[in-house]
């Protein structure tokens, strides 16, 4: 059965009311979210907004981070920092401007308080570590001023950037450093004098905090760092919640077809093996949905063609808005950029790139 549209997994036009040139390669844009959308596009501190830039004859999307906190901050606001050879990045830093209007998809994550039980919706009693690497400061911020406005729990945090004038959000970080001195430990570390961030270092500042939660987001070899780091400290593994954004690299379209193809062709000779249709249950707000996917199709294609709202985002394999957890039958993901194998092996699936595999696949979206 069709069901209506669910506007938090559809496209919205936004008009940006500012743009914040942080530092020389970063600028943050302010969205002017209307009334009716307040609660569409309401978040949790961590999580990330889309955005669909226009390219050559089509389109990009990618995901930001939302740098302002539900709890303190009345604008929706994310941060963007120039990538070398990024096309997202830079056309965002050189052509956006006040009044503009773009296309997004409402917040969406699961880099953020409450998930995987790290702290509640709001800041909790949950003692927190923060480590933060360059433009990673993006989420982890949103966490922090919601942690320290709703709850009463103490936060230590790492901030790493290549050098001072690179630091994102130097001033408001020093105005929370004042107004939570109780509270708030901040240490700021630069490449340029400091040195880069080591295990040594990573096990010295998680030495006796390995009841905190801790969140960590940056440039891959610091966060390598930073999970080895807590590794060996012995934190337990459900207290790390991580964050890896990465820009996809270009797809080879032919490539891709001719992937989907194969698995097409694979799907279509286990479904004659067995003798039954390829069918996809789809578990989402409680309610199933049988779907009946060409070979080939993604889960997250065959709910759309079937006029299903389920959640999706980036749709290349990398933001993890799609994941949804593999309860029955077999699929094949065409890409993944973003699930860790301990993820795969619990069951998780990307579902804008799992593809069933014949008989009966059934996927449930969390709550």
């Avoid at 012995?234 to 690299?249: D, I, K, Y």
């Avoid at 199933?288 to 999706?312: N, Y």
Wanted: net charge negative; glycine share 8%.
């Amino acid at each position: 059965m069709e069901t209506s549209p669910d506007p938090r997994h559809q496209w919205h036009e936004m008009t940006v009311s500012r743009v914040i040139r942080e530092t020389s390669d970063a600028c943050s844009l302010v969205f002017d979210v209307p009334v009716e959308l307040a609660d569409v596009f309401s978040y949790r501190a961590g999580q990330f907004l889309t955005l669909r830039v226009p390219w050559q004859d089509g389109s990009l999307d990618r995901c930001y981070s939302l740098a302002s906190s539900p709890d303190s901050d009345p604008e929706h606001k994310v941060t963007i920092k120039r990538v070398e050879d990024g096309r997202v990045s830079n056309w965002l830093n050189e052509n956006v401007a006040e009044g503009d209007v773009l296309r997004v998809l409402p917040p969406a994550g699961h880099f953020h308080l409450g998930h995987c039980g790290a702290g509640s919706d709001g800041g909790g009693e949950s003692d927190l570590f923060l480590f933060a690497g360059g433009s990673g400061i993006t989420p982890v911020i949103s966490i922090l001023k919601t942690a320290l406005v709703t709850g009463s729990s103490r936060v230590s945090m790492l901030y790493a950037n290549r050098d001072h004038d690179s630091v994102i959000f130097d001033a408001e970080l020093a105005q929370l450093e004042s107004r939570y001195s109780d509270r708030f430990d901040l240490q700021r570390r630069y490449d340029d004098s400091d040195g880069f961030l080591d295990l040594a270092g990573v096990r010295a500042l998680s030495a006796g905090n390995c009841d905190r939660e801790f969140f960590v987001c940056g440039p891959g070899p610091f966060m390598e760092v930073v999970e080895q780091g807590l590794r060996d400290e012995l934190v337990p593994v459900e207290h790390v919640h991580v964050e890896h954004f990465v820009s996809p690299a270009d797809v080879d379209d032919e490539e891709l077809a001719r992937e989907q193809e194969k698995v097409a062709e694979q799907a279509r000779e286990q479904a004659a093996d067995s003798g039954e249709a390829i069918k996809v249950v789809v578990v989402i707000d409680g309610r199933e949905h049988e779907l009946e996917p060409e070979p080939g199709q993604t889960v997250v294609a065959a709910a759309q063609a079937a006029g299903i709202s389920v959640p999706f985002s980036c749709t290349e394999g990398y933001c993890a808005c799609c994941m949804a957890q593999l309860v029955e039958g077999e699929v094949k993901m065409l890409r993944n950029d973003v699930l860790t194998p301990a993820e795969i092996e619990d069951g998780w699936v990307l579902t804008c790139q799992a593809v069933a595999l014949g008989g009966r696949v059934r996927v449930e979206y969390p709550d």
